[in-house]
């Protein structure tokens, strides 16, 4: 694996190099991504950027307009790279507004638009449960954003390699796209897939060696099964020390009812309806109810981060972008897995609920041409399946994994991706209630008898299909 590495990491060395030698690479250090519908030609689509315009782009985490990459780290001099080097082959300038900040980060671009004066032109909706608030915004569809595929002439933003094609079905009302979702790049492609994070020396200690847990996964056979046998071996509450944690957000119950073949809703043909009471998703409820009872899952609220890297947890089941928080924590070898596969899965399935959409103001500059922008300068420098983009994927997980049999799972988590929507509807309330209290606020009641989900969902089944519906 290191010699593996360490061509990676030459590969990529090289590349950068030549890219940076190259005189028509727009990417300024990064090679120019394979000919695709990403950043089409101007013989295939009609250029609409005017030199002279100026595009604000309106990002929640911009803290300083003159220098927007200071926090990217060591992509900042190649993200630099590239916006002059785009500025200058269309003679025009990319202004990155200061964000307002705050938890409503969202509210003064939105306002201003509905208003006819938007303070920027191409808004980063910052995640999936920004996207409904903002389409109606005032209770109106499209008052403060634009139509994407209205501007085919323009763009197009269909090219799986490039757009996150699954996700932006999410942002598309009335079979007219509204905000767009550019792939990652790197170690990007997967973060946001799910895993079985474990801690190597306890599972060792209770006769699972890595190796087995690398063979299980990769030969199909990680199932709820041995997911509940290790949970249960590893358990020594004496010594505070659990299988598995329910982790923030109830992850483990979400990401085991996409395991298992379920979801909390799914598209009826016409709009979204709430599936979480069929039997798969039920199914995985109770599987994680009994480990709980049976003393293997911490359920007390501590944060999934500070309870594995402290070694308190054995298992995590969550995303690899985890990792990252984690990491400060950490006093102990890991690896990741895949996904337990559920006993109604024909093969694993990898939970994706989070994605970042960008969309175009209503009111704003030149909107053709702020969608050619969207088009060429926000597209991933890298095709998804790109040679280029397996080794900056690599060598940009080396700094989270140190095993062949974690970064085989990185590299082919992608293959069992299921995108999942209800973060969409995080925001939309009943009363006091915000959605996600009705998909996962109940699991403590759950685990302790106080009611069951099939009791649970049935009670709120309607309620939940009506703010889904008052939401749309």
Do not use: H
Not at 64 to 93: V, W
Not at 198 to 226: H, P, R, V
């Amino acid at each position: 694996m290191k010699k593996t590495i360490a061509l990676a990491a030459a590969l990529l060395l090289m590349l950068l190099v030549l890219a940076g030698c190259s005189e028509d690479t727009a990417t300024g250090g990064i090679p120019t991504p394979t000919p695709s519908s990403s950043a089409t030609s101007a013989a295939e689509k009609t250029n609409a950027i005017k030199p002279g315009d100026v595009y604000r782009y309106y990002l929640w985490s911009t803290a300083d307009e003159d220098n927007p990459f200071k926090d990217a780290g060591a992509r900042s001099e190649s993200m630099k790279e590239r916006l002059e080097e785009f500025q200058t082959k269309y003679g025009i300038t990319i202004k990155y507004v200061e964000s307002t900040g705050g938890y409503e980060w969202y509210a003064l671009p939105r306002s201003s638009a509905a208003a006819g004066e938007p303070i920027c032109d191409i808004f980063n909706v910052g995640g999936p449960y920004v996207v409904l608030g903002t389409y109606f915004y005032g209770g109106q569809a499209g008052q403060c954003i634009i139509p994407l595929s209205d501007y085919s002439d323009v763009a197009d933003f269909s090219d799986p390699e490039y757009w996150d094609t699954q996700s932006q079905q999410y942002c598309t009302f009335d079979d007219k796209l509204y905000c767009v979702v550019p792939n990652g790049i790197g170690a990007d492609t997967v973060l946001n897939n799910t895993v079985t994070l474990f801690n190597k020396d306890i599972l060792k200690d209770n006769g699972y060696t890595a190796d087995q847990l690398y063979a299980w996964s990769e030969q199909g056979e990680w199932t709820w099964e041995k997911f509940r046998e290790a949970a249960l071996a590893c358990t020594d509450q004496a010594r505070g020390v659990y299988g598995t944690a329910i982790g923030d957000n109830v992850a483990l119950a979400s990401a085991l009812i996409v395991s298992n073949g379920g979801a909390y809703f799914e598209n009826n043909g016409t709009t979204d309806v709430f599936v979480g009471d069929s039997s798969n998703a039920l199914e995985a409820w109770n599987f994680v109810i009994g480990l709980a009872r049976d003393g293997a899952v911490e359920y007390s609220g501590a944060t999934e981060a500070n309870l594995f890297g402290t070694n308190k947890v054995a298992m995590l089941v969550t995303t690899i972008s985890r990792l990252a928080s984690i990491y400060k924590y950490l006093k102990c070898e890991y690896g990741i897995i895949n996904p337990p596969k559920g006993p109604q899965a024909q093969d694993y399935l990898s939970e994706m609920s989070w994605f970042t959409p960008i969309s175009v103001m209503r009111g704003a500059n030149n909107p053709a041409g702020c969608v050619q922008v969207l088009n060429e300068y926000f597209s991933p420098v890298y095709a998804k399946s790109s040679a280029e983009n397996k080794i900056l994927m690599e060598s940009e997980l080396m700094s989270y994994l140190s095993d062949e049999g974690s970064m085989n799972t990185a590299f082919n988590i992608a293959n069992y991706t299921s995108a999942q929507n209800y973060y969409l509807y995080q925001m939309v309330e009943d009363g006091d209630t915000q959605m996600l209290s009705y998909l996962y606020g109940n699991a403590w009641a759950f685990i302790s008898g106080e009611t069951t989900p099939e009791v649970f969902y049935a009670s709120v089944k309607d309620t939940i299909n009506t703010m889904v519906a008052s939401s749309r």
